[in-house]
């Protein structure tokens, strides 16, 4: 059976961004998570953290690349000056001094740059280890040619050059290994391209190649060699970290293995060393510990959600922080099937199941309302059905990283310090109006345009809006009025839907908040008096989660 806990994060959509208007939310909804962008080994957090990384491993491999090019290059002089028949020259120590230049200077700017752009630091990437690759390329062919026309052999390739590059890439850019291993079979290729290129111009070149070809043999299985020791040290490498990760303690918690992660920190299975009760521990990322806004933001997470005590809300056991400094919180662990996984898998539900999960909602709402907490980030994927105490089909709502207290003017000021200015909080495909038009000051009715949102998609399968720019869903939910469920559900979906219940969906659903259900319990009473009401029970709920389980339990291994 799936495994579902709290803690996924939050979606914060720059409205300015490209990604505000080429994401595609729908793809996020069919997985009931956010996208992956895994662009460097073992990191899952936000680019900026990744970017942050790359220009540190970065500024240390151009200083420590252009550190090595001076010595040679004062070599290279001292050499000049005493060797009468040395025979590169001060050309070529003028190339040797250039690119010692080029390379501290990258290293000087990365090391001034507050945060380098992506785009900069690809580029910076190319120029760090291009300059190098193209350098021992020039030598290389240098080497091969004067060897050939002075001497009339073909020399040990000079490997030492390539090994150190090659091992330099693969220790300093935290790519995933795959990446890596293309990065570092095109380094190998300069050194071929070089022996080629000595080949197709020289006579003399081809004419020892052709009598000895022992040292280009030499040399492809010295490259060989170095790719396989260099990219399998990566991957084990980073194979040890996530197990030791895994490994580790927090406090009376040893964390077992890692269940989830969002943009604000990971979740893990867990259990308590002494009572051995299975818990989730969110822990939030090292990168976002000296971030005060982070930090701030986490702590307001824990303490509204600890606050909730109904059985429809997640529970909170215990939060705080480790001698380290490491900020994590304690969840209760929770079986069973989101309402995303729900629908995808056996399609819109039933109208009177649906009005039965919908009831529990309220329930849970009615109590952080009470609170003035707003969850702002109700959806399917953060709605946990499952079996509890014997009970089934009970619902969870989850994930109160997005929970925010209704506050008055004199804490506005405070609480506006932890939204960024000029971003949207929420899950485009559920979010209100006021949401959508980035309204700090939205309250509990909110929530309730979510849950009507919630309530359509479990009637019709789908969301209220479509599309593929998460523009175009921000400007549905702003100016398109939403069509009633009973006209997208087919009949072969199920039993039809009453009038009432399409008029409430409806209402939910309105653009003004002064036009929907003005709070929980209103709507808790509007779903007591449909017809629906009583076509789902528990026993109901048993029959179809005993006939069901085996079935999930082999889906998911």
């Not at 959600?305 to 969840?331: A, E, K, Q």
Request: aromatic share 10%; proline share 4%; hydrophobic share 45%.
């Amino acid at each position: 059976m799936s495994v579902i806990v709290a803690g996924k994060e939050d979606e914060t959509l720059d409205a300015n961004s490209p990604l505000a208007i080429q994401a595609r939310p729908e793809l996020q909804e069919a997985s009931g998570d956010r996208f992956d962008m895994e662009l460097f080994e073992g990191d899952t957090g936000s680019s900026h953290s990744a970017n942050s990384l790359v220009q540190t491993r970065l500024k240390t491999a151009a200083l420590a690349l252009g550190f090595g090019f001076a010595i040679f290059a004062f070599w290279t002089l001292v050499r000049e000056l005493t060797v009468s028949n040395f025979h590169l020259g001060f050309g070529f120590l003028a190339v040797e001094l250039l690119a010692t230049a080029s390379l501290i200077g990258v290293g000087v700017w990365l090391s001034s740059v507050p945060n380098a752009s992506t785009s900069c630091l690809r580029w910076s990437e190319l120029m760090i280890f291009g300059i190098p690759a193209l350098f021992f390329s020039v030598l290389h062919y240098l080497e091969i040619v004067f060897m050939a026309r002075t001497f009339e052999l073909i020399p040990q390739m000079p490997m030492a050059g390539w090994l150190i590059l090659i091992f330099s890439y693969a220790i300093f850019v935290p790519r995933s290994w795959l990446r890596i291993l293309i990065a570092v079979i095109g380094l190998s290729l300069f050194p071929l391209v070089s022996t080629g290129v000595a080949f197709w111009l020289h006579q003399n070149v081809r004419d020892e190649l052709f009598f000895d070809c022992s040292s280009v043999v030499e040399m492809v299985l010295a490259l060989a060699a170095t790719i396989f020791a260099s990219v399998s040290g990566v991957h084990m490498i980073t194979s040890l970290r996530t197990k030791a990760d895994e490994a580790k303690e927090l406090g009376r918690y040893r964390l077992k293995e890692k269940i989830g992660s969002g943009g604000m920190g990971d979740v893990y299975l867990a259990e308590h060393r002494l009572m051995k009760r299975p818990c989730a521990i969110k822990v939030i990322r090292a990168e976002k510990a000296g971030d005060p806004r982070a930090i701030a933001r986490f702590e307001r997470e824990v303490k509204a959600t600890s606050r909730l005590n109904h059985w429809n809300s997640i529970s909170i056991y215990d939060y705080g922080r480790t001698s380290d400094g490491t900020f994590f919180y304690v969840m209760e662990y929770v079986t069973g099937l989101s309402l995303q996984q729900l629908v995808n898998r056996r399609g819109p539900l039933a109208p009177g199941r649906a009005v039965y999960l919908l009831k529990q909602v309220c329930s849970a709402l009615i109590e952080a309302h009470s609170m003035q907490l707003v969850h702002r980030d109700i959806k399917p994927a953060n709605l946990m059905v499952t079996e509890l105490g014997g009970a089934f089909d009970v619902v969870k709502l989850l994930d109160f990283g997005l929970a925010k207290p209704i506050v008055d003017a004199v804490d506005s000021q405070e609480d506006s310090e932890l939204t960024i200015a000029g971003s949207l909080t929420g899950s485009p495909l559920y979010m209100s109006p006021e949401q959508a038009m980035g309204e700090t000051q939205a309250d509990h009715r909110s929530d309730i345009y979510a849950v009507g949102g919630v309530a359509f998609y479990m009637l019709t399968g789908r969301p209220m809006f479509e599309g593929e720019a998460t523009l175009k869903i921000l400007l549905s939910h702003l100016h398109e009025k939403a069509v009633a469920p009973s006209t997208v559900r087919k009949r072969a979906s199920g039993p039809p839907l009453s009038k009432e219940l399409d008029a409430i969906v409806l209402k939910c659903l309105e653009k003004s908040p002064f036009e929907r259900f003005q709070s929980a319990r209103e709507l808790l009473d509007a779903l007591n008096s449909l017809p629906e009401n009583n076509h789902w029970n528990e026993r109901l709920a048993e029959q179809w989660w005993t006939s069901n389980c085996s079935q999930y339990q082999t889906e998911n291994g």
